[in-house]
């Protein structure tokens, strides 16, 4: 799993603005609710708790849901029927930490990935999270291979020239980068940003 130190560049003429309304005709309805654990439970030498922690980025891989975390460096692999999950875990941040909040002290250390694409090629399957870009620390991409295998493969790279590119395209980084979504559709990987900035 390279980093890769290719160029940067931006498809001319592909971006547009999309401005969010309220549509009174669309409705969601929760049909069910399931707890996410860990199958092997909760771990200190790898820093894991017993639950997923969040839901920042989901995508199926195979019939299972790969979720990524903003505050944690695990990606879980969730069986939507009963909730258990398996637990990749990515690099540890400073100190060895894998979890990052408040009470740690230590949330500026997260690597922040709020969006995930599953991306099949032929070497097989490529789960790829991306930092939300809203400081240097989050401007990093993490590339999980072999998830179709015993033999998974995790890499975090930092990618300040990618997140470079994306925050001088104003139309889509505004005043304030902050991705928020991904997805992986006819051969283009289409991302998405919040929109929280100043105008």
């Known amino acids: 799993l390279p980093c890769g130190r290719g ?6 003429g592909n971006e547009r603005r999309i401005s969010a309304r309220h549509d009174p005709t669309l409705s969601a309805r929760v049909m069910r609710r399931v707890s996410m654990r860990y199958a092997a439970g909760a771990d200190a030498a790898t820093d894991r708790p017993a639950q997923v922690r969040a839901a920042s980025g989901i995508a199926w891989v195979g019939t299972k849901v790969a979720v990524i975390q903003d505050d944690a460096n695990f ?6 029927d009963t909730g258990l999950a ?3 875990a990515l690099p540890p941040g400073p100190g060895g930490r894998r979890l990052f909040d408040d009470g740690r002290r230590n949330k500026a250390d997260k690597l922040d990935h709020e969006a995930v694409a599953a991306i099949a090629s032929g070497d097989g399957l490529l789960l ?8 240097p620390r989050r ?9 179709d295998t015993p033999h ?4 975090v790279c930092a990618a300040p020239r990618f997140y470079a590119g994306l925050r001088g395209s104003v139309s889509f980084a505004g005043s304030e980068l902050n991705i928020e979504g991904a997805i992986y559709q006819n051969g283009r990987l289409r991302l998405f940003g919040r929109g929280n900035g100043a105008a």
């Open 152 to 155: 998974v493969a995790t890499r």
């Open 139 to 147: 401007e990093s991409i993490a590339l999980i291979a072999g998830l």
């Open 75 to 80: 990606v879980a692999l969730v069986d939507p």
């Open 86 to 88: 398996e637990a990749i």
């Open 7 to 12: 160029t940067v560049r931006r498809a001319a």
């Open 128 to 135: 790829v999270a991306f930092g939300s870009g809203s400081m």
